[in-house]
Nanobody
């Protein structure tokens, strides 16, 4: 099955922007959706955004709606997360994930494959 590799994390000041990328290599057939989650040490993993791979329908957590945009490039097997107006509370490790079953895309347990994560740090 395909591997997921995130990139694009880093340190940014509050109000700034970052763009995360997640490239899926290897076998990619059967992808139903791609999602982004984030996690702070000691806290549960949190849903950020998801996109249906064929239809392109997008989903967002209320905390990022209007600031983050998920997009995809099917030809490149890559999903992106454009993050604008970043806040210190957005600081976390961000993970991309791939779902092969139609399910509740806001639940991490519904995803089958995960990337290694990329750190995003927003300074105040």
């Amino acid at each position: 099955q395909g591997q997921l590799v995130e990139s694009g994390g880093g340190l940014v000041q509050a109000g700034g922007s970052l763009r995360l990328s997640c490239a899926v290599s290897g076998r990619t057939s059967g992808t139903v959706a791609m999602g982004w989650f984030r996690q702070i040490p000691g806290k549960e993993r949190e849903f950020v955004s998801a996109v249906l791979w064929t239809a392109g329908v997008t989903y967002y957590a209320d905390s990022v709606k209007g600031r983050f945009t998920i997009s995809k490039d099917n030809a490149k097997n890559t999903v992106y997360l454009q993050m604008n107006s970043l806040k210190p509370e957005d600081t976390a490790v961000y993970y991309c994930a791939r779902a092969t079953r139609p399910a509740n895309l806001r639940s991490g347990s519904q995803y089958d494959y995960w990337g290694q994560g990329t750190q995003v740090t927003v300074s105040s």
